[in-house]
């Protein structure tokens, strides 16, 4: 067997890159695309990961933020296979990705702190699973 | 010596009419020349610290990649090394209480683990392999389901949920040897769990011999184990 190198996290496996803030016609419901960077040797479960065990990428607004996520399209996720077990194909996220979302605002500026729970692991080992926040200031004009 | 032929008066006075004119001009062009280049530093300048600090930003958010190869272990747990291994006493899936020191005298390997942990999946196999071979040498592991769910401890739904998950994962993999719940609680003492899996050999004198963080392969479980039962016999 081949063998691993291994890479231990210090910080976060996943960093919120943009937009830091947005402008939306109030009551209406509007595009907005987060980008996302995943740390480097690291991956993270897609949205729909293949195995029910796995622990998916999700995206949320908490309510009472005055802004309400309405829908949110994710990235389909690409192939990934552990060198220990070449027969399971995962369906992993790694180096950056967005998640394409729409959010209704009602009138005003909101500094909201959306969440993004995810899972990260690297070719032999997985670190427990984590919610970061995701700020962003929304405007709704 | 040949005298220098007059200049024609028409020719010298153009010269002398024009000199001041092309004189500006060339000292203008000079000055927009040298106000050009400093204008040109100062961007490149600007551009190179901008990128600069768009470097210091990303090497300062990037996480602290620690390489490390199989066997190799983080400063947290490579402390649990030559040391005795932290006791504990957590419920098993049946709620019955289980304590590190109910396997005093056995070379152990205790296995931290969670249902979300693809690597872990893949090695419970070689885990009830190497139980079966090196059981009847007194060997034992221990598996020690490690969620890191932070679940409160008055969340009984998430408990249920979390226990429920876990069961499965033990009646899927078949996993005949004890397996532990709430690893969580041991983070303190075993060095952050924040990899999964993490295996820590112990001897039959309750030192921690090894410890192993992530996957490699059963050989190398199967020579940690070996290191296990001969230290300390």
């Given amino acids: ?141 | 010596m040949t005298p220098r032929p007059p200049i024609p008066p028409s020719s010298y006075n153009r010269l002398k009419r024009s000199s001041p004119l092309k004189r500006n001009t060339i000292v203008i062009g000079i000055t927009l020349l040298i106000l050009a280049t400093f204008a040109w530093a100062g961007w490149a300048n600007w551009e190179y610290r901008k990128q600069a600090a768009e470097r210091a930003l990303a090497a300062a958010s990037h996480a602290e990649l620690v390489p490390a190869t199989a066997g190799d272990v983080s400063a947290e747990a490579s402390r649990l090394t030559g040391n005795p291994a932290p006791d504990f006493t957590l419920q098993d899936l049946s709620g019955a209480s289980v304590s590190l020191t109910s396997f005093k005298g056995k070379p152990l390997l205790i296995n931290f683990w969670a249902t979300w942990c693809g690597p872990c999946k893949i090695e419970t196999p070689w885990l009830i392999e190497l139980q079966n071979e090196y059981g009847p040498k007194g060997f034992q592991i221990i598996g020690i389901s490690t969620e890191g769910n932070d679940l409160k401890p008055d969340d009984k739904d998430g408990w249920a949920h979390d226990k429920a998950a876990i069961a499965k994962f033990v009646k899927e993999q078949r996993m005949q040897y004890p397996v532990l719940i709430n690893g969580d609680s041991l983070v303190g003492k075993y060095g952050g769990l924040d990899v999964m899996p993490t295996s820590v050999y112990v001897d039959r004198n309750g030192k921690v011999v090894a410890v192993q963080l992530g996957i490699s392969s059963k050989e190398d479980m199967a020579a940690h184990i070996e290191k296990a039962i001969a230290s300390g016999s």
């Fill in chain 1, 1 to 141: 067997m081949e063998k691993p190198h291994k890479s231990l996290l210090r910080t976060e496996a996943v960093e919120y890159l943009y937009p830091e803030q947005v402008t939306l016609p109030a009551g209406k419901s509007s595009p907005v695309t987060l980008h996302f960077r995943i740390q480097p040797n690291l991956h993270i479960n897609s949205h729909t990961p293949r195995e029910q065990y796995l622990i998916p990428t999700v995206f949320s607004i908490p309510e009472s933020s005055g802004v309400r996520l309405a829908d949110a399209t994710y990235p389909a996720g690409a192939d990934f296979t552990l060198p220990a077990d070449p027969n399971e194909k995962l369906l992993v996220y790694s180096g950056d990705f967005a998640i394409e979302t729409k959010i209704v605002a009602t009138p005003g500026d909101h500094l909201v702190e959306a969440k993004l729970r995810y899972q990260a692991c690297d070719q032999n080992a997985c670190m427990p699973p984590k919610t970061i926040t995701v700020p962003i200031d929304v405007i709704g004009k």
